[in-house]
């Protein structure tokens, strides 16, 4: 994070982590943080938040409901593009902009294996 003073910050494969002992417990983690993920604890020294167990997350093997689920970054972003096509699945047609200009792109219908009029 940009805020901290002492660059105490760092992140590894999408994961931050607070280092303690850079940390001066300036809390400008705390209040930037715009997940609300970083928290103070009146017994520990300095902020904190879950780093995910370094990449195997205890919660998720411990969760005796299976609740929890750990997805990898690149993993994450396949199903996110999963997500976007299947949005347009149903879609006949997709009306756009092109230099000022008004557009239809109208999609094949697969099942007849020809466009639609």
């Not at 969760?63 to 593009?81: D, I, M, S, T, Y």
């Amino acid at each position: 994070m940009e805020n901290c003073p002492t660059g105490a910050i760092t992140t590894k494969d999408g994961i931050y982590d607070i280092d303690s002992e850079k940390c001066i417990s300036c809390q400008q983690c705390v209040i930037s943080c715009p997940f609300g993920a970083v928290f103070l604890h009146e017994e520990i020294e300095t902020p904190f938040k879950c780093n995910l167990c370094n990449g195997n997350p205890r919660c998720v093997e411990a969760c005796p409901k299976n609740a929890l689920l750990f997805l990898p970054e690149h993993v994450l972003g396949q199903a996110q593009r999963m997500t976007s096509v299947l949005k347009y699945v149903h879609m006949k047609e997709v009306e756009y902009v092109e230099k000022g200009e008004r557009k239809v792109l109208k999609y094949a219908d697969i099942e007849k294996g020809k466009a639609e009029d």
